[in-house]
Nanobody
Framework: QVELVESGGGLVQGGGSLRLVCRVF????????MGWYRQASGNERELVAL???????NYADSVKGRFTISRDNAKNTVYLQMNSLEPKDTAVYYC????????????????WGQGTQVTVSS
């Protein structure tokens, strides 16, 4: 079983920065990728950024050049550095831990954090 604990959200003015932190507790041996998703009011949840077990990264076009995802394997922690924030970035941000469906004892699954609110004022 895996548990995700997020922190770092808040209220910031446009142009400001925030760093989200997600720590993973439990068995991480079957990790396939970790990432951040967000859901604005009235919208579907969307991918913001992810980093795979092979350290490849993927970003939504809307955040490229402004957000950076990174991972500290020793601490089982993933970070999302968000710079040049805009009001359109306002959303609840969710950490995601995805397991692979192959390998001894591994099963494909998605685990989610509780969500952290990010609000950017104009």
């Amino acid at each position: 079983q895996v548990e995700l604990v997020e922190s770092g959200g808040g209220l910031v003015q446009g142009g400001g920065s925030l760093r989200l932190v997600c720590r993973v507790f439990g068995d991480t041996i079957c990790m396939d990728a970790m990432g951040w998703y967000r859901q604005a009011s009235g919208n579907e949840r969307e991918l913001v950024a992810l980093v795979t077990s092979g350290e490849s990264t993927n970003y939504a076009d809307s955040v490229k050049g402004r957000f950076t995802i990174s991972r500290d394997n020793a601490k089982n922690t993933v970070y999302l550095q968000m710079n040049s924030l805009e009001p359109k970035d306002t959303a609840v941000y969710y950490c995601n831990f995805r397991t692979r469906g192959y390998g001894t004892g591994c099963r494909r699954n998605d685990y989610w954090g509780q969500g952290t609110q990010v609000t950017v004022s104009s």
